[in-house]
């Protein structure tokens, strides 16, 4: 593991807790192309970690070469403190659900989940046991002799997972699980998997392309994209200051302005747009430019706040004066597209508490909020998002 | 509703046609059908017809007047010596010829789907021999057996005949198997390898019962190819002689009756096996 990964483990997570998985400089090439890129990641004993980035962000390969499915090009991968990097998957201590969940469709309900359990030779009532109770945890009592097909797609995720809990495996490994579930039963679902592995008490490595699964489960999540880790920690640290734009985009909306550094030191750097006005960003959230003083100042829309054109800045606050474009009633809000003085529009966000005078497109507003929810990230190269990179041969 | 807006008029005729035609085409197919069917059974159902016949004169030949019917000829199937020898001949020939096919015809089917061509050197090369195989003329390949046989100096026998009938039969057995393996998700494999089983075990417990359906077709193609295949036999049978083959023999003199006794048996039981698989396909659903 290298110093800079680990410098952005909160320390609360990382105290006192056992590394249960980590990939030292995991490169793996496919067809010349990397799909996974000098990787490193240290994944904790007992936490719910995700792997969140746009598709063929590298995020299922890395998946796959935990749970012995590709071999890494070059890299180590240790699981439990030993090397496994060229052990054959069944040999590992992990398991996996899979994308399309891989139920055996000739086995009936129970004869799936003690699958892992027949493998290892237990005794008959043991393996009767433990499935029950496995099926208990998941909610699938009096399922047993159902063959996978008569099952809906929410039951067969929870034979899934129940066939993969039941071996106990150090690592559990999580492939878009619910990529096949319908909106509504993928919210029941990830509170569902959220107290089932709090319940079990195993390590969960969550793969996702979906921001506010992986927000909504996650102890800590890492933002991949192109083969690297650009953002790790907790979703809220994650969240509130991204580590790179493409962060500050993928995960959540934000608004995001050119500027240019022009002081530093003290708690405070500022930051001079294009029409001379000036906005404060804590230093801890100034990236290291090496040199360069051409950043993107960020700040989430909901951390806005909107008021009359006359209206007095507080202390400690950024503003902004613009013109109201379009504003548009979401029923728990307000969503307004503000062009400001430097040509950039602006989103934001504001919540419905019974505000008598909202205000219409065409207004003149002020636009504030409170400087230390400021961040500022270094520009991306050419200034798009691309999410949409080469599949990664899946 | 879309009727409403139809005038009435004009609607009833075009119904009426369209009824008319309707009721034309639920006899119409029908009897296509049947007529079909009956082209295909009716020389069938002559040999059944004539297993029961007479045989007037001294020599137990068929002829074919009907002259009374008899069942004299099912109690003494067992009666011509050559025949029953051929025809036990030919079923042991069908079974072993059948597993050793199935055997290599589906480890060969695996391959041709599991490996792309640049892993699987000469992958293309197999898969146009496995198409020549079964377009290539019989009478060509039992020629050209002979021919290596001979060369070979090996004797013509039951060696040489299991040897060309799993020949023929491999590719039968390998198409089959290959498309029940083309929808085949590789992640069930996965999965069994994640929850810790060797890939021998895999192949057990997860492959080999999933792709049982087309090991089974294959396995009773390359079965009915072998118990009624003459050219290639007749080649390559030196003097052992299949039911086939023995058949054809006996037709230069006259055909004993116990040959159409032992056909209705051969039918009957491949009769059974298709209500067989008509039953278990019912008890799946």
């Not at chain 1, 499915?69 to 040999?91: C, N, W």
Request: charged share 20%.
């Amino acid at each position: 593991m290298t110093d800079s990964a680990r410098a952005h483990v909160p320390e609360s997570v990382a105290k006192g807790r056992e590394v249960v998985a980590c990939l030292e400089h995991v490169t793996k090439i496919f067809d010349d192309a990397p799909a996974v890129d000098d990787l490193n990641l240290e994944i904790y004993e007992g936490e719910f970690f995700s792997l969140l980035g746009p598709s063929g962000c590298g995020k299922t390969t890395s998946l796959r070469m935990l749970g012995g499915f590709e071999e890494p090009t070059s890299g180590r991968i240790l699981l439990g403190g030993r090397d496994v990097t060229y052990q054959a998957p069944y040999h590992r201590d992990v398991n996996t659900v899979f994308q399309s969940y891989a139920l055996f469709p000739h086995l009936n309900v129970f004869e799936n989940v003690a699958f892992g359990l027949r493998r290892r030779h237990l005794e008959k009532a043991e393996v009767a046991r433990r499935v029950g109770s496995l099926l208990e945890i998941v909610d699938l009592p009096n399922f047993e002799k159902r063959r996978a097909a008569q099952l809906s797609g929410g039951q067969q995720q929870r034979v899934a997972l129940a066939r993969a809990l039941v071996n106990e495996p150090k690592l559990l490994l999580l492939d878009e699980p619910m990529s096949a579930l319908d909106a509504k039963l993928r919210r029941q679902m990830q509170i569902e998997l959220k107290r089932i592995q709090t319940q079990v008490g195993i390590t969960f490595l969550y793969v996702t392309h979906d921001q506010e699964e992986a927000m909504t489960m996650s102890d800590r999540l890492a933002v991949m994209r192109a083969g690297k880790i650009e953002g790790i920690g907790s979703p809220r640290d994650v969240y509130d200051s991204p580590s790179t734009e493409f962060v500050a985009t993928f995960l959540g909306a934000s608004n995001l302005l050119t500027g240019e550094i022009t002081s530093t030191g003290g708690p405070f750097a500022t930051v001079t747009m294009s029409d001379a006005s000036t906005l404060s960003v804590p230093s801890d959230r100034v990236p290291d430019t090496g040199g360069a003083t051409n950043v993107k100042v960020g700040v989430r829309p909901e951390k806005i706040s909107i008021g009359a054109a006359n209206a007095s800045t507080p202390p400690g606050h950024n503003a902004l004066r613009g013109q109201v474009r379009v504003s548009t009633f979401t029923g728990v809000g307000n969503q307004y597209l503000v062009d400001t003085a430097s040509g950039v529009e602006l989103t934001v966000y504001a919540q419905n508490i019974g505000q008598e005078s909202a205000p219409r497109s065409g207004d003149n507003v002020t636009l504030t909020w409170p400087a230390e929810h400021t961040f500022a990230v270094r520009p991306m190269r050419g200034g798009r998002r691309d999410d949409e990179e080469p599949s990664e041969g899946e | 509703m879309s009727l409403d807006t139809t005038p009435k008029v004009a609607k009833a005729p075009r119904e009426k046609s369209l009824g008319r035609r309707r009721r034309v085409g639920r006899f119409a197919l029908p009897t296509y059908s049947w007529l079909v069917i009956a082209y295909l059974v009716f020389p069938i159902v002559v040999m059944i017809i004539y297993s029961f016949n007479r045989v007037i004169g001294g020599l137990q030949l068929v002829s074919f007047s009907w002259n009374g019917f008899t069942t004299l000829w099912y109690q003494q199937w067992s009666n011509v010596p050559g025949l029953t020898a051929a025809f036990w001949l030919s079923i042991r020939l069908a079974l072993v010829s059948t597993v050793i096919a199935t055997v290599l015809g589906t480890l060969l089917a695996l391959a041709l789907v599991r490996y792309r061509s640049n892993k699987f050197r000469g992958k293309i090369a197999v898969e146009q021999i496995l198409f020549l195989n079964i377009a290539a003329p019989e009478i060509v390949m039992g020629a050209s057996l002979l021919g290596l046989f001979v060369t070979l100096n090996i004797g013509r026998g039951f060696v040489t005949l299991v040897l060309a009938h799993v020949m023929f039969s491999i590719a039968y057995v390998t198409v089959t198997v290959r498309a029940r393996l083309a929808g085949f998700d590789r992640s069930l494999e996965e999965a069994a390898y994640d929850l810790g089983a060797n890939p021998l075990t895999t192949f057990r417990l997860v492959t080999l019962p999933l792709i049982m359906p087309g090991v089974l077709a294959g396995a009773l193609m390359a079965f009915a190819l072998s118990i009624d295949d003459f050219v290639t036999s007749n080649f390559v049978s030196g003097s052992s002689d299949p039911f086939p083959v023995w058949v054809y023999g006996a037709t230069r003199v006259g055909i004993p009756p116990q040959v159409f006794v032992f056909g209705t048996f051969i039918f009957m039981v491949g009769i059974g096996f298709a209500f067989m698989s008509i039953v278990l396909a019912r008890k799946k659903t």
